[in-house]
């Protein structure tokens, strides 16, 4: 009878267990639609016109990065301009996650704006950030993308590259043999564009250093190829080779002691590392093939480059800097080239020519399967955001070269305006700060 | 009156000339007979020749020519008579070429009189036709105007009515909810009550047993909640490696009444995205079988990580 109880009650216990055992339900895939989000219009307590619209700045900033959706004012309830203001459940029926807030007023002895906003988490009905930046009237539009910047950090945990630059090359036709070419520099949004250097011969391949404050590139002026490093601040510049042939594709090193940069003046296109504050060069490739494009691995250890050496088509090859022996990486399609590391140095991003049109294209470096990236049919010079979110690229629209921009993941893609003609060669600068 | 010859015949004048020189002598006489008639032959030829140019006349001219002897007056009078007629001719054919003129104008002008009027009338006719056209679609209009006026207000009603149906089809299901919640927690009462009197052991015995159908059901209402779920995450980027596991607390409404990290991921954006999805769900989908929910639903364990690729 004992064994009987004690049986019965064991197996009453085991089951109660399993009765109570938790349900552990396991989410592995996520909505493919943008973060909705509302940037609500900042009032503007000054008394008098803002020069810049902060917060619509900031909205277009959101917008184009292609991670958010941005709820259009003319649908919102309400326009709270403090977090104090808003009704969670008018946002929560609307679909938002997240509201931007804020307004502005002025220092008229200081002749300063001062911008107070703050970012509302919908659902968790917190704040997530808030803050007052200062700015004179000229500063606003860069403390508009600083805002930017920090809304989308809190919600991504993603850097956000809105207050970084691009440099690029426009090509303006003045007659029929003379172009006027011209190295810009812009904010991102292709904005407040700049030029440092200007000359009747072609300019190519600007880089920029991780430092944000030198721009290497390849210019013709002195009536050859030759590399030049210009200070973008004092717009000083410095001719760093100038060897018979080819002087191309200069690239600098993570810490930006070197560049590497592509040369014949051995007699056949090689890779060559040079030490700037030396000027000494170290031969890195050795073959009759061509190699260059190079691009240095976020960690320095390897490069990869462009090389025809597999027998003429163009293919990337990564090469360790310790033994020097390329590696071919690429093997979808015909021609592969300029590849440039991504910012976390686990994948590449390069030109790909898929039925005869030349896209952009990531390269899984652990699995080398490719991921086209682009639609549009003549892509190339493809160029890396600093928070590794969005790529450069120049490609035609309307026979006429211009620069585009798309998200990683391929979601968000718009085109940049340019006021010069043809626009080529795009690089995005490294953070500024 | 049978007139003689004016020109005497071949025989004639061969005998003549046989006695000429006699007859010549006689007198003058007969040398004026003989101008008067080479006179009267040239105006005959004269007027033989005008003759052909009037065909009505040669038709009824004889076969042979009769000449009279005219004066020089009398041939200006006839001149002048001939010239009178050719411009009495002239002015007839004028007269009948204006007359023929004016006809046709007048002709013309009533073809064209006619012809405006039947365009007039065409037109008049098209515009009543046009007028009838207006009129009858802005009758249809109105009709239609009608109709949707009356579809609206049928419409709004309807939306009235379903409205009201709605209020009390909830008042309903949540009257209908309340009772099954106080029969469901009697009969989880009786069940723990008849669980307690069976075996009056330790509190972990008194649990429900599950059956095979209810597993099954469990397994349909996680599978909701998961769709559910993850239609509402929204990934932040550069998040592949990261794992947050959060517990809901749910209320048998479906309503969570606490969402709280359990193992946070380190990346405060990251969790943030798990805990913004689950609250973005308003009503969980759970079981209605109170043992069930119970059992699983009432508390739940949620492990967010992103596919590898």
Redesign the interface.
């Known amino acids: 009878m004992i064994i009987l109880r004690t049986f019965l009650l064991f197996v009453i216990y085991t089951l109660s267990l399993s009765a109570r055992a938790e349900l552990n339900i396991e989410i592995t895939r996520g909505s493919d639609a943008a973060l909705p989000i509302s940037i609500v219009p900042f009032a503007n307590n000054s008394g008098q016109p803002v020069p810049e619209d902060v917060s619509k700045v900031v909205a277009n900033d959101l917008q184009r990065s292609g991670d958010f959706e941005v709820l259009p004012t003319s649908k919102m309830l309400s326009l709270p301009n403090s977090s104090a203001q808003i009704h969670y459940r008018d946002w929560r029926l609307l679909g938002q996650n997240y509201v931007l807030v804020g307004e502005i007023e002025v220092d008229s002895a200081k002749r300063v704006y001062k911008v107070t906003y703050e970012l509302v988490d919908i659902y968790q009905q917190k704040r997530l950030i808030g803050e007052v930046l200062s700015s004179s009237g000229t500063g606003l539009r860069k403390l508009a993308h600083r805002i930017s910047d920090n809304v989308y950090e809190a919600i991504t945990g993603v850097e956000g590259a809105f207050s970084t630059r691009i440099a690029y090359v426009t090509q303006k036709r003045l007659t029929k043999d003379k172009s006027e070419y011209r190295l810009q520099v812009a904010d991102a949004d292709g904005q407040n564009s700049f030029t440092l250097f200007k000359s009747n011969d072609p300019i190519l391949s600007p880089a920029w250093s991780n430092d944000a404050q030198h721009l290497a590139y390849v210019s013709f002026h002195s009536g050859r190829p030759a590399i030049y490093v210009q200070h973008i601040k004092s717009a000083q510049q410095r001719k760093v080779t100038g060897f018979k042939g080819i002087n191309s594709s200069p690239m600098w090193s993570p810490d930006d002691r070197k560049l590497v940069m592509t040369l014949s003046k051995d007699g056949n296109a090689e890779l060559y590392s040079m030490d700037l504050a030396t000027n000494a060069l170290q031969r890195l490739t050795n073959h009759y093939g061509i190699d260059t494009e190079a691009s240095w691995s976020p960690d320095g250890r390897d490069v990869v480059f462009t090389s025809n050496r597999g027998g003429g088509s163009p293919q990337i090859y990564r090469m360790s800097l310790s033994d020097l022996r390329p590696e071919r990486i690429s093997f979808e399609g015909r021609y592969n080239a300029r590849p440039r590391y991504s910012r976390d140095g686990k994948s590449v991003y390069y030109v790909h020519q898929v039925n005869g049109q030349f896209h952009i294209a990531e390269l899984d470096l652990s699995s080398l399967t490719t991921r086209v990236l682009t639609s549009t049919p003549l892509d190339e010079s493809p160029s890396l955001s600093p928070n590794g979110r969005m790529i450069i690229y120049s490609t035609k629209l309307r026979n006429r070269s211009v620069l585009a921009v798309v998200s990683v993941d391929g979601g968000a893609k718009y085109f940049l305006p340019s006021e010069h003609g043809d626009v080529k060669e795009p690089s995005w600068s490294p953070f500024l700060n | 009156m049978k007139r003689k010859p004016l020109v005497p015949d071949k025989k004639t004048s061969t005998h003549r000339a046989a006695g000429q020189d006699k007859h010549w002598v006689k007198g003058d006489k007969r040398f004026l007979a003989r101008s008067l008639g080479l006179h009267v032959f040239v105006v005959a030829v004269l007027l033989f020749s005008w003759s052909f140019s009037d065909p009505v006349k040669q038709k009824l001219a004889p076969a042979s020519i009769q000449a009279r002897v005219l004066s020089a007056a009398e041939l200006e009078a006839l001149r002048d008579a001939k010239q009178k007629v050719e411009q009495q001719e002239q002015r007839a054919k004028q007269e009948e070429l204006r007359k023929k003129e004016l006809d046709k104008k007048r002709r013309l002008e009533a073809e064209k009189k006619r012809k405006q009027a039947q365009d007039q009338k065409k037109a008049r006719a098209r515009e009543e036709q046009a007028r009838k056209q207006k009129q009858a679609e802005a009758q249809k209009q109105k009709a239609l105007k009608r109709k949707q006026e009356a579809e609206r207000i049928a419409l709004k009603k309807k939306k009235e009515e379903q409205a009201r149906l709605e209020e009390e089809r909830k008042a309903r299901e949540a009257e209908e909810r309340t009772r099954r919640e106080k029969e469901r927690e009697r009969k989880l009462a009786e069940r723990l009550a008849e669980a307690r009197k069976s075996?009056p052991?330790?509190p972990?015995?008194?649990?429900?047993?599950?059956s095979n159908e209810q597993l099954s059901e469990?397994d349909r209402f996680?599978a909701l909640?998961?769709s559910r779920?993850?239609?509402?995450?929204?990934?932040?980027?550069?998040?592949r490696g990261l794992k947050v596991v959060l517990q809901i607390n749910l209320l048998p409404s479906g309503e969570s009444s606490r969402v709280g990290i359990l193992t946070s991921s380190g990346?405060?954006?990251?969790d943030?995205s798990?805990?913004?999805?689950a609250?973005?769900v308003r009503v969980f989908p759970v079981p209605q079988d109170p043992v069930l929910f119970d059992?699983?639903?009432r508390?739940?364990?949620?492990?967010?990580?992103?596919?590898e690729q």
């Open positions: 075996e052991s330790p972990a015995s008194s649990a429900p047993v599950i469990k996680a909640i998961r779920v993850e239609s509402r995450w929204h990934i932040p980027p550069k998040s990346n405060q954006a990251f943030n798990a805990l913004n999805a609250r973005a059992a699983y639903f508390k739940l364990i949620m492990s967010f990580s992103p596919p």
